[in-house]
């Protein structure tokens, strides 16, 4: 089973929280994977695990520690959401930092649409994947995606349902010309 947790450390707490994850995890006989660093220093993890039960085990686990700033259950089939929705979704998403289920939620309407639109949105999953690249410390690898984001980003309309085609391609090329990341929000 595999959960997606977002966790913000108590204070006072000694030492790195993921380390302190990690270590947790395995001896409660789960794995944490695929750590991200929030913008305000909450910790995005995976956790893999046999069951249910050993889940809820890690959660209690880690309550002196941590607290849950979400939890998403990853084995539930996705809902299902009209264009609006989904495009709600997202931008609540983005807006949160919790850019890999941005991702997840735009693929679903990505793989429906087709030509300029389609392009767009592989433009803004690609904007996506670079924040996650971002997150889990691979500035080269977040940069390149950018890159290749940039380039999607071109929409006859200024805007694309809430988003603003415009803004987010100058937000990008502004990260490109810095080469420093900046979150921001959409």
Same mark, same amino acid.
């Given at each position: 089973?595999?959960?997606? *947790? /977002?966790?913000?450390?108590?204070?006072?707490?000694?030492?790195?929280?993921?380390?302190?994850?990690?270590?947790?995890?395995?001896?409660?006989?789960?794995? %944490?994977?695929?750590?991200?660093?929030?913008?305000?220093?909450?910790?995005?993890?995976?956790?893999?695990?046999?069951?249910?039960?050993?889940?809820?085990?890690?959660?209690?686990?880690?309550?002196?520690?941590?607290?849950?700033?979400?939890?998403?259950?990853?084995?539930?089939?996705?809902?299902?959401?009209?264009?609006?929705?989904?495009?709600?979704?997202?931008?609540?998403?983005?807006?949160?930092?919790?850019?890999?289920?941005? !991702?997840? *939620?735009?693929?679903?309407?990505?793989?429906?649409?087709?030509?300029?639109?389609?392009?767009?949105?592989?433009?803004?999953?690609?904007?996506? %994947? %670079?924040?996650? !690249? !971002?997150?889990?410390?691979? /500035?080269? *690898?977040?940069?390149?995606?950018?890159? /290749?984001? *940039?380039?999607?980003?071109?929409?006859?309309?200024?805007?694309?349902?809430?988003?603003?085609?415009?803004?987010?391609?100058?937000?990008?090329?502004?990260?490109?010309?810095?080469?420093?990341?900046?979150?921001?929000?959409?």
């Amino acid at each position: 089973m595999r959960f997606l *947790v /977002r966790l913000i450390r108590k204070e006072p707490s000694p030492g790195d929280l993921l380390s302190s994850i990690r270590a947790l995890s395995k001896s409660v006989g789960v794995e %944490a994977r695929n750590p991200k660093q929030t913008s305000y220093g909450a910790l995005e993890v995976d956790i893999f695990c046999p069951s249910r039960g050993d889940f809820e085990i890690f959660m209690a686990a880690a309550q002196p520690i941590a607290t849950f700033e979400f939890v998403t259950d990853l084995n539930r089939a996705p809902e299902h959401l009209t264009d609006d929705e989904t495009l709600a979704k997202a931008r609540a998403l983005f807006n949160a930092e919790r850019y890999w289920e941005c !991702h997840e *939620v735009l693929e679903g309407l990505w793989r429906q649409r087709q030509g300029e639109e389609k392009r767009l949105l592989q433009g803004i999953i690609l904007v996506c %994947a %670079a924040f996650v !690249h !971002h997150q889990k410390g691979e /500035r080269e *690898v977040a940069l390149g995606v950018l890159r /290749r984001a *940039v380039r999607q980003l071109d929409y006859r309309n200024q805007k694309y349902g809430w988003l603003d085609v415009v803004r987010l391609k100058a937000e990008v090329e502004a990260i490109l010309a810095s080469e420093g990341f900046t979150n921001f929000k959409v």
